[in-house]
C-alpha cells in the first residue's frame, strides 16, 4: 500500500508537470512561435516522438519539465548573437542568447518568442502556472463536494462535567469546578444539536460561534436522540476558551472569555457546497500564500532537523521525495478506501497549487520572471509613445540572466536541503 501511494502520487506528479508545459506549448502554437521540443522529466531521454515541427519526448528525471521555444531573448545590439567576452556576467548573458537561437531556421525569423507582443508573451508564460491552478481548482472541488472532508460536526463525542479554563490545559474535575451547562441539560454523547437558541444549523463553526457568543443566557437546545427530537434547557457559562481568527480557525496559544457550553464535537467526513468549497479554497490559497512568504524564516528550522537533533515541524517545507513519502503513507492509513483516494487527490491539488505560486514569483528563471519582463516592456514602450520618444525596442530579458543565475543557485540549494530533511527526518501524518 505503501509503494501504491508513492505510485500514484508519482503519477499525479507527472500529470502535473505535463498538463504545465501543455499550457505552454498550446498557448505558443497559437500565437505562430516555433516549439521544437516538449518534455516531461529531465536527463536521459526515455522516449520521444516527433510529430510536425515538435519533439515530444519523457526524460528519466520526473521532477520538472520544459518546451523549448525559439527566440527566447532579443538578439544583441548589433542584430546577432553578441561576441563572446571574459566577463563571467556577460558570459552568462550570451550563453542565455545562444541557448534561445539554437536550432534558428530560414522562416523563423517571425516566429521567435521575443517578436511577439508583450500581451502574447505573457499569456504563454502565465499560461503554464495557470493550467496548475486549473488542475488544483477541479481536484479541489471533486474532493470537497464528491467525496467530502473530515470535519468537525454538531453531533456531540463527549460532555464535559465541568467548567475548566481551557488555558490550564486540563481534563480532571476538581471539587471547586461548577458543572459544565452540557452535563446539567442532560446532553449525552450521540446527541445531534439541530438547534440552538431558535437557530437551527448543521454547521459547526455557526454553532460554535452561537454558543460564544450567549455567555449567561438560558436557551433551548434542541438535539436528536434515537431518531426523535428532544429540547434541552442550559445555561450558558463564561469560560476561557481558545480564540478563532476571522475565518474560524483555533489561534494556538491565546484565549478569549466567551460562552461555554461543555461538549466536544464530533468528527465526520462532510460534503461542501459549492459556496463553502470556494471559501475553503479561498482560505488555502491564503495559507499557502503565507507560507511562501515564511519559507526563509524556515530555513533555520530545517537546517536543524536535517544536520541536527531538531524535530521536523509539520508546517515544514516538504520536497517532491517528502510529498510522495506522504502519498504512500495515505494509502496505509486505517481509514476507508474513498478517503485515502480523497487524500492523495487534496496531496496533488495542495501540490499544483504551490506550483502556481512559486512559478508567479516575478523571477528569472521563473515563468513570473518573463512575465514581468513582457510587462516592464509594455509599460516602457507606451510610456515613451505617450511622451512621443523613440520606441525602445524589446526589454533584453537576456541580461537578467546573472540574477536568474544565482535565483537558480538558492532554489537548488534549498532543494538539497530539503530532499535531506526529507530522507533523514521525513514529516509524517501517521
Known sequence: ???????????????????????????????GIRVPQYMVGFGPTLFSRKKGETEYGIKAIPFGGYIRMIGMFPPGPDGKIEARSTSPWRGMIEDARSAAFEELKPGDETRMFYTRKPWKRVIVMFAGPFMNLILAVALFLTVLMGFGISQQTTAVSSVSQCVIAQ????????????????????????????????????????????????????????????????????????????????????????????????????TGIVRQDLGSSVTWMGDRVGDAVDSLAALPSKVPALWDAAFGDGPREADSPMGVVGAARVGGEIFTLDIPPTQQLAMALMLVAGFNLSLFLFNMLPLLPLDGGHVAGALWESLRRNLARLLRRPDPGPFDVAKLMPVAYVVAGVFICFTLLVLVADVVNPVRIS
Open 1 to 31: 500500500m505503501m509503494i501504491l501511494g508513492i505510485v500514484v502520487f508519482a503519477v499525479g506528479l507527472l500529470i502535473s508537470i505535463a498538463w504545465h508545459e501543455l499550457g505552454h506549448l498550446s498557448t505558443a502554437k497559437l500565437f
Open 167 to 266: 488555558s490550564e490545559n486540563r481534563d480532571t474535575c476538581r471539587n471547586s469546578d461548577e458543572a459544565s451547562p452540557a452535563a446539567a441539560a442532560g446532553l449525552k454523547a450521540g446527541d445531534k444539536i439541530v438547534a440552538f437558541d431558535g437557530v437551527r444549523t448543521d454547521d459547526w463553526n455557526e454553532l460554535s460561534d452561537l454558543i460564544r457568543a450567549n455567555p449567561g443566557k438560558e436557551v433551548p437546545i434542541v438535539v436528536e436522540r434515537d431518531g426523535q427530537d428532544l429540547t434541552l434547557h442550559a445555561t450558558i457559562a463564561t469560560n476561557q476558551v481558545a480564540k478563532k481568527d476571522s475565518s474560524g480557525q483555533i489561534v494556538p496559544g491565546e484565549y478569549v472569555n466567551a460562552g461555554f457550553l461543555g461538549f466536544s464535537a464530533a
